[in-house]
């Protein structure tokens, strides 16, 4: 007993963002949450996964310790992830939510893996994959094993690398990347940093929260992207970098984000080792405490294409300082 990806993709096909808007598709995310559970299928078989592409390689790789970072790591490295030692990820990820086959894991040319996001034509939402890190709320699978899973980050470094397809012609590649305070009771945004791109192909993250002045928890894990969150700050960056231009190269992304003790929370993104965005005195909880930083998030979430695109992610790394890109 047990729901496949593919099931899991064919029961939640009817709520594609082209025909019932990419919010709805969302909220069905939850639904097949307990597909994954229960063990539900499809009546009909699933649409087939996509034929081979031509992946491009990731970054060298490097000695790896049980929870996945390179031996040679400093202490300040909390989590790691380089995907390759995901054998299911439906089970060994925090949440692995993919319609439409958003995403899947592919084979690099040095016998590892990365995380493949695909874009398509009339479909603007394909899921997520949530990794977790730290105190927060359990896998819907049951099976996610969770770095430092007792700890409490008010304030966390993100370093991952990301490259798009070599044909990559210049598209607003959408979200890239969430860092996430989760309500640890469910799987609710409390408050959370998006990491994404515009049409003038430039970084253009987001600050979101869903606490209540008194420091209730606005969002319920459905009702999030429907008028739960609010948006706390907006930043754009200076450097064009999803152009063709820039294409079927590894960037190094950065991030760090603290948590606010007296409205005073703080955000800034770097690409490259450059600081492309920044923000001060934001307000991402208030009085709210009952959970720290615990999740990143990549979602295939943007506007169609024209023709199908893809972009990789590979080398995640959680720390409590920052990780630079060597």
């Known amino acids: 007993m047990g729901a496949s990806e593919q099931d899991v993709t064919w029961v939640c096909g009817a709520a594609r963002p082209r025909q019932f808007g990419w919010r709805r598709a969302i909220d069905c995310a939850r639904a097949c949450a307990v597909v994954?559970?229960?063990?539900?299928?499809?009546?009909?078989?699933?649409?087939?996964?996509?034929?081979?592409?031509?992946?491009?390689?990731?970054?060298?790789?490097?000695?790896?310790?049980?929870?996945?970072?390179?031996?040679?790591?400093?202490?300040?490295?909390?989590?790691?992830?380089d995907f390759d030692a995901i054998d299911d990820p439906r089970l060994q990820l925090g949440e692995w939510l993919v319609f439409d086959r958003g995403f899947e894991l592919v084979a690099d040319d040095r016998g590892g893996q990365m995380l493949a996001v695909h874009l398509r034509p009339y479909v603007g939402f394909g899921g997520w994959v949530t990794l977790r890190i730290g105190a927060g709320p359990e896998s819907p699978q049951h099976g996610a094993e969770i770095d430092a899973a007792d700890e409490h980050f008010d304030a966390l470094w993100l370093r991952y690398r990301l490259r798009t397809v070599d044909d990559w012609p210049g598209h607003a590649i959408g979200d890239f990347g969430e860092l996430i305070a989760m309500d640890p009771q469910r799987w609710a945004i409390a408050a959370e940093i998006a990491i994404r791109a515009e049409d003038d192909l430039r970084l253009a993250p987001l600050g979101w929260s869903c606490i209540e002045p008194d420091g209730r928890l606005r969002c319920d894990g459905r009702n999030d992207w429907r008028g739960g969150l609010r948006n706390i700050w907006r930043a754009h960056g200076t450097t064009t970098w999803f152009d063709a231009a820039h294409a079927g190269t590894w960037r190094c992304i950065e991030a760090y984000v603290r948590l606010d003790e007296h409205d005073d929370g703080e955000a800034q993104v770097w690409i490259d080792g450059e600081l492309q965005a920044q923000g001060s005195a934001l307000r991402f909880r208030g009085p709210w405490r009952d959970a720290g930083l615990n999740a990143l998030r990549f979602t295939s979430y943007t506007d169609p294409p024209p023709r199908p695109l893809s972009f990789f992610i590979d080398e995640v790394v959680f720390a409590t300082a920052r990780v630079g890109c060597e």
């Open 36 to 81: 994954l559970v229960l063990g539900c299928r499809a009546t009909e078989p699933a649409p087939q996964p996509d034929a081979a592409r031509s992946v491009p390689s990731p970054p060298p790789q490097r000695d790896r310790l049980a929870d996945g970072c390179p031996a040679s790591a400093p202490a300040s490295w909390v989590g790691c992830e």
